[in-house]
Nanobody, 129 residues
Framework: QVQLVESGGGPVQPGGSLRLSCAAS????????VGWFRQVPGRGREGVTC???????TYEDTIKGRFTISRDNAKNTVYLEMFNLKPADTAVYVC???????????????????????WGRGTQVTVSS
C-alpha cells in the first residue's frame, strides 16, 4: 500500500515547538521531493517548505527562520521542525511527494494536487493559549 502519513501535530501554546513527521510506506522517498503545505478553511492550501534531496526552501515568509525541513532517507521520513509557533500557524499540515524525475520541484513548489504523486491526509496543529 502506497501512502504518506503525517504525525506529531497537536495543541500547543504560542511560542511552543512541534516536530512533524511525514512517513512513507509502499515507496521510497529518496527519489522524491517532499513538500509541506498547510490548509486553513477559507484560505486554501499554501506551500510552507520543500526539500528535494538534502536541502529545503521556504516559500512562506511568515515562517522563515522558525521552521526547518529535513529528511532521513534511511527512515523513509521527512520532518518539519517548528519553533516559536504563533496562532497564525494553526492549520492542517499536509505533506506531499513528487518524483524527482519531473525536475526541480522545490524551486516553484506547485500547489495543484495533480502536480504531486502522493498526498498525506494531514495532521492538525492548533496554537492557542
Amino acid at each position: 500500500q502506497v501512502q504518506l502519513v503525517e504525525s506529531g501535530g497537536g495543541p500547543v501554546q504560542p511560542g511552543g515547538s512541534l516536530r512533524l513527521s511525514c512517513a512513507a510506506s509502499g515507496f521510497t522517498l529518496d527519489g522524491f521531493a517532499v513538500g509541506w503545505f498547510r490548509q486553513v478553511p477559507g484560505r486554501g492550501r499554501e506551500g510552507v517548505t520543500c526539500i528535494s534531496d538534502n536541502e529545503g526552501s521556504t516559500y512562506e515568509d511568515t515562517i522563515k527562520g522558525r521552521f526547518t525541513i529535513s529528511r532521513d532517507n534511511a527512515k523513509n521520513t521527512v520532518y518539519l521542525e517548528m519553533f516559536n509557533l504563533k496562532p497564525a500557524d494553526t492549520a492542517v499540515y499536509v505533506c506531499a511527494a513528487r518524483s524527482l524525475s519531473y525536475g526541480n520541484t522545490c524551486s516553484r513548489m506547485p500547489e495543484a494536487p495533480a502536480a504531486w504523486d502522493f498526498w498525506g491526509r494531514g495532521t492538525q496543529v492548533t496554537v492557542s493559549s
